[in-house]
């Protein structure tokens, strides 16, 4: 456990994940009280004390302490905060021996900054100079950041961020819940006897976003969850046949479903998405260790995962994605390499490699003791390795996003061949277009011309999404008012 103690709350979120970043296997908790008794026998302690126009840190562990300090102007929100973070970057770096790849960025989005940058006329140089005296990123991870804010700009460039709008439609149903998931999910046993209901009341929050944005241009659609294949074959051609009644589909540059496990998937439900002219699929084994599936409570078999994707592929699917996860328990650098050696042989159009992340609601955050004899690795050398067998499989990065509690403190990216990139996954993590969101669940993102963004959620719990799916359509109602 890590005690940070700050004299006002000020910065707590940054403070924390910088920390939770150098100690990825502690608890950080962060409060703004007097230091207690009891924490000053704490092993490990940081103190944040704000001052009139400076910010002090001390840090202490087993008796040892070092101290910091940095000039500021509170004035300047901003600067304030960049201030902040390389100061305690400097500390907790220094102290600790180590530098981490992306410096002292601890958001989700480090690609929005050369991309803003770019946007604004920036030449590489200028964009890596200032992320590197900024936020102490690593060479690598620039140069990886400003060529997928490039990729980027170019997916996008065909978009009207300005009268187009995309569309998510969450399907929260798994046949079971995985070791590390924190996603809003339901067991299919549990469920199944309610699913068409779930259905009819998703089918008035799309009636409603219908009417709202019948003079927009609908540009892409993403069916996730969960795992939209948890639908029957008559549910699932039920839903995309309300989505193309109810929108003008004239404009869609990508319609996407995330089949996602293979023991979901079937040759009927698959034939449904091809009579639908579902453009893109996932089929997501995560990994290709069978030990490592039935530990993490995948029930389904890697011989399934192969199956599934020729199946697609007979079916005439030209634009399969494949989700990977490294850092997964007590995987090898030698496990990961063989994932990427079995996806080489099945060839797919993109592949999404995720740095495992374990979210406080996942089993295996909050069940750790059960699993503390398995070791999770994720290091610089699994990532350089599933990036050069990316490479080599003709498929290049063109989208990043970073999580909370990430395995080595690394990254997710997507890599895909020329004119196969999901131009959904940019938009998510971009936030350059509106994405009304609809299903247990699901958050919704107003992006105005100036750029500012505004959300509404809808309820998590399904029987609730269904009683109250009129006061869903409500919150919708007042986020998209003109």
Known sequence: MITVRLNKPEFEYDIHSLVKAFYPA??????????????????????VRYGIDDIAFAFRESGKEIRSGVS????????????????????????????????????????????NLLEEGKSDEEIARYMKDTYYASDEKIDLSIR??????????????????????GIPFCPSTCLYCSFTSYPLGVWK????????????????????????????????????????????????????????????????????????ITRDKLQVLRNHDVSRISINPQTMKQETLDLIGRHHTVEQTVES?????????????MDLIVGLPDEGIDDVENTMERLRELDPDSITVHSLAIKRAARLRMFKEDYQNYKIVNTKEHIDLTAKAAGEMGLSPY??????????????????????????????????????????????????????IERCENVKDVA???????????????????
């Open 309 to 321: 994707f020729y199946l697609a592929r007979e079916l005439g699917f030209d634009n399969i994605n």
């Open 193 to 264: 006897e309610r699913m068409d209901d779930y259905l009819t009341a998703l089918e008035k929050e799309i009636d409603f976003t219908a009417v709202k944005f019948a003079h927009k241009k609908l540009n892409t659609i993403y069916i996730g969850g969960g795992t939209p294949t948890t639908l029957t074959a008559g549910q699932l051609d039920r839903l995309i046949r309300k989505i193309k009644c109810s929108f003008d589909l004239s404009e869609l540059v990508e319609f996407t479903v995330e089949a996602g496990r293979p023991d979901s």
């Open 399 to 452: 989208y990043l996003y970073r999580q909370k509690n990430m395995a080595g403190n690394f990254e997710n990216v997507g890599y895909a061949r020329p004119g196969k990139a999901g131009v959904y996954n940019v938009l998510i993590m971009e936030e350059k277009q509106t994405i009304v969101a609809c299903g247990a669940g699901s958050i919704s993102k107003r992006v105005y011309p100036d750029g500012r």
């Open 72 to 115: 500021v102007d509170f004035a300047d929100r901003k600067e304030t905060k960049n201030h902040l973070k390389r100061a305690l970057y400097r500390l907790l770096s220094e102290y600790t021996g180590q530098e981490l790849p992306w410096g002292n960025l601890t958001g989700i989005r480090p690609t929005k900054i050369p991309m």
């Open 148 to 169: 997928i804010a490039k990729r980027e700009l170019e997916l996008l460039h065909k978009l009207d961020y300005e009268n187009g709008y995309s569309l998510y439609i």
């Open 26 to 47: 502690e608890e950080v908790h962060v409060s703004v009280e007097e230091v207690r008794q009891e924490d000053e026998a704490s092993e490990m302690r940081l103190d």
């Open 464 to 482: 609730s999404f269904i009683e109250r799916i009129d006061e869903m359509i409500e919150r919708k109602r007042k986020l998209l008012e003109d």
